[in-house]
């Protein structure tokens, strides 16, 4: 981009409008570091799709990793949400696993919301 002629090679700056400061910071940190410090959910879910976005393999992959060892009944079906949305059957199947381990997801508020609201994805994991 800053080879042809488009703005970015005018203004010298790329401006990401879809990722937060935040997200940015800690994925730039993990590009020249590799570590993810003081990683949460919300930051986890944000930089997965970021690395998806971006082609970041390995920090798609550690933020894969983080969010499956953090699995709860409580975010189990906004994280297969997620992974539906970035069609990626690896954590899809890692959380129909978790599903089948953990029953009482079934009888969270989180699971009759998530029936309601996403009657294609309920039956593809039917």
């Known amino acids: 981009m800053f080879h042809n002629d488009m703005k970015e090679k005018h203004s ?15 994925m730039l940190l993990y590009m020249y570091t590799g570590t993810l410090p003081d990683l949460q959910w919300d930051s986890a879910c944000n930089l997965y799709t970021a690395a998806d976005k971006y082609e970041i393999l390995s920090l798609k992959s550690d933020c894969t990793s983080f969010l499956m060892d953090t699995l709860t009944l409580d975010n189990a079906c906004d994280l297969l949400i997620l992974a539906d949305r970035h069609q990626d059957k690896y954590l899809k199947s890692g ?4 599903f089948s381990i953990n029953r009482g997801i079934f009888n969270t508020n989180e699971w009759k919301c998530f029936m309601q609201t996403n009657a294609q994805l309920l039956r593809e994991l039917l």
Do not use: A, G
């Open 12 to 26: 010298e700056c790329v401006d990401i409008e879809d990722l937060d400061d935040d997200t940015v910071k800690r």
């Open 95 to 98: 959380i129909q696993n978790y």
